[in-house]
């Protein structure tokens, strides 16, 4: 079975400085990963995906993450971020082939960008 | 307008009571979700469906009972509610669950609290 460690809680942060937010994963077979993010009293959405091919994946609002097999690791980055990315950020995975399309979910990461 | 629709928003109750949430896409998805997110912000898949099929249950306790009339509609029916039943709880949809990469778009959630 898989599962999803987001190593940081949260994540206090200055407007314009950059953040990464770590996110581990362990699984026995091949994974898609996924980086969801929710802001206050919303559901969540889509920031980025990593399915095969190159390793760095672009997302929106300015995300990136890299995706390292060697360390089972999937961190995301943003090199200046604002007021409006104050929100939580979530790492999941799914297993490549399982039935349902189950998606793990890390624990969360809170960011709280400050002026 | 909204891709994933969800009521009620807020649903406060009594120990003991019988309550829905339902659920609704007009995405023409085939894959639809239940998700639970607790006071932690952890968030856990309870049920998959597609096409009115069940997918995946997720050790859910039997008061849960998830119904899919049709593939754009998915209601979560929870008798005898407890107090561990409160939480968030979200519906997603997502294309059919053939490739496990498929993005889950979210409703906006359901504030369950059990008095």
Same mark, same amino acid.
């Given at each position: 079975?898989?599962?999803?460690?987001?190593?940081?809680?949260?994540?206090?942060?200055?407007?314009?400085?950059?953040?990464?937010?770590?996110?581990?994963?362990?699984?026995?077979?091949?994974?898609?990963?996924?980086?969801?993010?929710?802001?206050?009293?919303?559901?969540?959405?889509?920031?980025?995906?990593?399915?095969?091919?190159?390793?760095?994946? /672009?997302?929106?609002?300015?995300?990136?993450?890299?995706?390292?097999?060697?360390?089972?690791?999937?961190?995301?980055? /943003?090199?200046?971020?604002?007021?409006?990315?104050?929100?939580?950020?979530?790492?999941?995975?799914?297993?490549?082939?399982?039935?349902?399309?189950?998606?793990?979910?890390?624990?969360?990461?809170?960011?709280?960008?400050?002026? | 307008?909204?891709?994933?629709?969800?009521?009620?928003?807020?649903?406060?109750?009594?120990?003991?009571?019988?309550?829905?949430?339902?659920?609704?896409?007009?995405?023409?998805?085939?894959?639809?979700?239940?998700? /639970?997110q607790?006071? /932690?912000?952890?968030?856990?898949?309870?049920?998959?469906?597609?096409?009115?099929?069940?997918?995946?249950?997720?050790?859910?306790?039997?008061?849960?009972?998830?119904?899919?009339?049709?593939?754009?509609?998915?209601?979560?029916?929870?008798?005898?509610?407890?107090?561990?039943?409160?939480a968030v709880y979200?519906?997603?949809?997502?294309?059919?669950?053939?490739?496990?990469?498929?993005?889950?778009?979210?409703?906006?959630g359901?504030r369950?609290?059990?008095?």
């Open positions: 079975a898989q599962s999803v460690t987001q190593l940081d809680s949260q994540v206090p942060v200055f407007e314009e400085a950059p953040v990464e937010l770590r996110c581990n994963y362990s699984s026995s077979v091949s994974v898609y990963l996924f980086w969801y993010v929710q802001y206050p009293n919303q559901g969540l959405q889509l920031l980025l995906k990593y399915l095969s091919g190159s390793t760095l994946v /672009k997302g929106i609002n300015g995300f990136e993450a890299e995706f390292n097999k060697s360390q089972t690791s999937f961190h995301l980055r /943003k090199p200046s971020v604002h007021i409006s990315d104050t929100a939580e950020y979530f790492c999941a995975v799914s297993e490549a082939g399982a039935a349902g399309n189950k998606l793990t979910f890390g624990g969360g990461t809170r960011v709280l960008v400050k002026p | 307008d909204t891709a994933v629709s969800q009521t009620p928003k807020y649903l406060v109750t009594q120990m003991g009571n019988d309550k829905s949430i339902k659920c609704e896409q007009n995405l023409g998805h085939d894959t639809m979700y239940w998700y /639970k607790d006071s /932690k912000k952890f968030l856990k898949i309870m049920f998959s469906y597609n096409n009115k099929e069940l997918i995946i249950n997720e050790t859910v306790p039997n008061r849960f009972s998830p119904k899919s009339p049709d593939k754009a509609h998915l209601n979560l029916h929870i008798n005898s509610l407890e107090l561990g039943d409160s979200f519906c997603a949809s997502s294309q059919a669950s053939g490739g496990s990469h498929n993005e889950q778009f979210f409703g906006p359901t369950l609290t059990v008095l």
